[in-house]
T-cell receptor, first 115, second 116 residues
Framework: AQKVTQAQTEISVVEKEDVTLDCVYETRDTTYYLFWYKQPPSGELVFLIRRNSFDEQNEISGRYSWNFQKSTSSFNFTITASQVVDSAVYFCALTPFSGNTPLVFGKGTRLSVIA | DSGVTQTPKHLITATGQRVTLRCSPRSGDLSVYWYQQSLDQGLQFLIHYYNGEERAKGNILERFSAQQFPDLHSELNLSSLELGDSALYFC???????????????FGPGTRLTVL
């Protein structure tokens, strides 16, 4: 069985602070994909990143960075110099490394960035 | 815009009623997934169709059913609605399986169902 845990239900930060969203996963598959999605107040799901289990390199995209550590089954997401527009619910998700499989989502972390 | 469309955007109905949610996948995508996002359960997978056939079932209630039509659009039917069925229902589509490589799921904007 697969499971994704986002222990932080809600986080509140002041604008320009850095914030890290934690994601811990469980899977028996040796190969799998991990994802982060953003859900702004408007409700749509916005894809942020996909990482396969072969690639443990950290990734940076602008103010966003991701730290994948297979040893601790974690895939954490850091926003640097947070902005009010970053306020959203962020979901971590997991799926096996095969053609068409559903995503298993964590419960999400609600991030509020205060001006 | 993901290219996946869902109608209606909002739906308000009463307990005991039946509703149908519609999803049109991206052009060329054969797979359609349905997910439910509720306050207590979070985002969870309901059912997956590929080229008209059911491929996988998740936590889908017996009161719920789905189908995928020859033109590849899909409908999710919810019957005997209860207050707890109020949720945001997402549809996602992806291309055909390709021998072990992940096929991106593109999410629609969702249908917000409110049961009063």
């Amino acid at each position: 069985a697969q499971k994704v845990t986002q222990a932080q239900t809600e986080i509140s930060v002041v604008e320009k602070e850095d914030v890290t969203l934690d994601c811990v996963y469980e899977t028996r598959d040796t190969t799998y994909y991990l994802f982060w999605y953003k859900q702004p107040p408007s409700g749509e799901l916005v894809f942020l990143i996909r990482r396969n289990s072969f690639d443990e390199q950290n990734e940076i995209s602008g103010r966003y960075s991701w730290n994948f550590q297979k040893s601790t089954s974690s895939f954490n997401f850091t926003i640097t110099a947070s902005q009010v527009v970053d306020s959203a619910v962020y979901f971590c998700a997991l799926t096996p490394f095969s053609g068409n499989t559903p995503l298993v989502f964590g419960k999400g972390t609600r991030l509020s960035v205060i001006a | 815009d993901s290219g996946v469309t869902q109608t209606p955007k909002h739906l308000i109905t009463a307990t005991g009623q039946r509703v149908t949610l519609r999803c049109s996948p991206r052009s060329g995508d054969l797979s359609v997934y349905w997910y439910q996002q509720s306050l207590d359960q979070g985002l969870q997978f309901l059912i997956h169709y590929y080229n008209g056939e059911e491929r996988a079932k998740g936590n889908i209630l017996e009161r719920f059913s789905a189908q995928q039509f020859p033109d590849l659009h899909s409908e999710l039917n919810l019957s005997s609605l209860e207050l707890g069925d109020s949720a945001l229902y997402f549809c996602a589509s992806s291309v055909a399986p390709s021998g072990g490589y992940y096929n991106e799921q593109f999410f629609g904007p969702g249908t917000r169902l409110t049961v009063l």
